[in-house]
């Protein structure tokens, strides 16, 4: 299996799909943040279809600043929200809105509120949501932490549907003490390859704040919160533009169709990279270009055989595949739901403001027959 993931054949047709989903110069604007302004966004969720086939999607409303002037002040992660539209091309109306105070799971202050996701199930829906809380560092390493900053973790809860997803019935899920994985954020939740069970992909960052890594986690049963760890490292950070931030977003079951057709079932992963997490510096003499760092990070491609689940094949080994042809070009967070018609794409992306609204683009699947076959 691992020859024909390797093939670049393959690897040409991915990224061709790839770049016609996430494609920067149709993507029309789905949810603007409240500012069109440097640090302002709306995204870090996801979409999934409804059984009616209506579509929901959810993320969280970023603005400039920090949060260091107390917990639940200031500006940053300021609210999470849950939107749904009839189709793929809107109106997007919100449902469900959430402050910080909403999403105090346990009592603990939050200080930001991060990314999150939702999963439908045959027992309803579950949402998954990170926030930056009101806790210290480990003991002895508490110089390490800013002040007025907290630690992020995840937290789940589960409803019937989504009119009713009440997050005082948020319970804590994941979180970690170990330095090399204190901060927890953005769950990808995904039905399992197999179609039995669930999977939990994650973000992580270490004390230090010196990389940004992908977790994975798989639910024990069937239903319920009760998951298990399987690595740290889903999809080790790369060699190059994604040497500092290799942070997996979505997983989209692809159609067996075109190249594909005689293949075991196949996964494509979009993923969010960075050079570093700090704005380099470049020599004017040197090509420039996008490098990516935190908050601005571009975007690659990854592949997997479904039945070698979580074992990844990177496709954007040297340079990204999305970058915004505006602003910094930030290009990032892409989720997808597939339709009977086609594809939907949203993402964040960087705009001339520096602004990141969450962006979409639709893919008939005409056209994604076209691009695996021809």
Known sequence: MSDILENPELHNKLSAL?????????????????????????????????????????????????????????????????????????????????????LACGGIGVVSIEGGGLLRTSNGYELFVSTEKDRPYPTGYEGFQ??????????????????????????????????????????????????KSAALIYCHHPFGWSSSNTGLMVRKGPAGKDFEPVTKAMLPRGNTWDVACTRITERLALPQIGILKDLPPLSLYFYDGAECLRQLDENPLAVARPRGWS??????LAVGSDEDFPSLHRISV?????????????????STVTTPDGILALWQQSQNDLSQPLVSNFLAMEEVEHILTN
Not at 26 to 33: H, K
Not at 44 to 71: E, H, Q
Not at 153 to 167: Q, R, T, Y
Not at 295 to 300: K, Q
């Open 18 to 102: 790839g770049k016609a989903l996430v494609n920067q110069e149709l993507a029309q604007v789905a949810i603007p943040p409240q500012e069109p302004s440097d640090g302002f966004w709306f995204g870090g969720g996801n979409v999934i279809s409804d059984i009616d086939g209506t579509l929901t999607l959810c993320g969280r409303y970023r603005n400039y600043g920090d949060s260091r002037t107390g917990t639940g002040a200031g500006q940053r992660g300021l609210e999470f929200a849950i939107f749904k539209a009839e189709g793929p091309f809107g109106p997007w109306e919100k449902v469900k809105s959430f402050t910080k105070a909403d």
């Open 146 to 195: 800013k002040p007025g900053t907290g630690v992020w973790s995840i937290d789940w809860l589960a409803a019937d549907n989504i009119e009713n997803i009440d997050p005082t019935q948020l319970s804590p899920l994941l979180h970690s003490d170990d330095l090399a994985t204190l901060h927890i954020k953005d769950p990808v939740p995904v039905p399992h390859p197999d179609g």
């Open 295 to 300: 908050c601005e990070e571009i975007g690659g």
């Open 318 to 334: 040297d340079f990204p595949l999305f970058i915004s042809s505006t602003g910094t070009g930030c290009s990032r967070y892409v």
